[in-house]
């Protein structure tokens, strides 16, 4: 295995996650991609809908976003794990499995927030849409979320 996919949603397990995929890349000598998708924005495509103050909001919350996935990058590679990040927007599992293809994935890993039934059956779950969907291996990291 040389490349690892590890999609992260800032969310209270990305450490986990992040902990789990740096552990497997140290075993195998393996590079790890973070990955961030953020959400489709369809009203916000043309970039000329809905209220400046509201543009500007998302515009500068997606810039803190990706300063936030190249600090974590940049920290894993001084820990010494060869480490890329990339932003994506688009709808989350077919953009995770997407970049697994493009960018050669031997394996994703990614975490599951164990929501119940109800949550998985009105939202879905995003690991396991990617489960389903991907064509290489996924570990899930379990997150339980206080």
């Given at each position: 295995?040389?490349?690892?996919?590890?999609?992260?949603?800032?969310?209270?397990?990305?450490?986990?996650?992040?902990?789990?995929?740096?552990?497997?890349?140290?075993?195998?000598?393996?590079?790890?991609?973070?990955?961030?998708?953020?959400?489709?924005?369809?009203?916000?495509?043309?970039?000329?809908?809905?209220?400046?103050?509201?543009?500007?909001?998302?515009?500068?919350?997606l810039r803190e976003e990706h300063r936030?996935?190249?600090?974590?990058?940049?920290?894993?590679?001084?820990?010494?794990?060869?480490?890329?990040?990339?932003?994506?927007?688009?709808?989350?599992?077919?953009?995770?499995?997407?970049?697994?293809?493009?960018?050669?994935?031997?394996?994703?890993?990614?975490?599951?927030?164990?929501?119940?039934?109800?949550?998985?059956?009105?939202?879905?779950?995003?690991?396991?849409?990617?489960?389903?969907?991907?064509?290489?291996?996924?570990?899930?990291?379990?997150?339980?979320?206080?």
């Amino acid at each position: 295995m040389e490349l690892l996919l590890v999609p992260i949603d800032f969310s209270a397990g990305t450490e986990k996650v992040l902990a789990t995929a740096q552990q497997l890349a140290t075993a195998i000598n393996a590079q790890l991609r973070l990955l961030h998708v953020a959400p489709p924005e369809p009203d916000f495509v043309p970039y000329d809908a809905g209220p400046a103050v509201v543009r500007t909001q998302v515009a500068n919350d997606l810039r803190e976003e990706h300063r936030h996935l190249q600090r974590l990058a940049l920290q894993l590679n001084e820990e010494g794990i060869k480490t890329s990040a990339r932003m994506v927007m688009g709808p989350f599992v077919e953009t995770i499995v997407d970049q697994a293809e493009l960018s050669l994935a031997d394996m994703i890993v990614i975490g599951s927030h164990g929501h119940g039934a109800l949550f998985r059956m009105v939202l879905g779950s995003v690991s396991e849409g990617v489960v389903r969907q991907s064509d290489c291996p996924v570990l899930v990291v379990p997150i339980r979320e206080e």
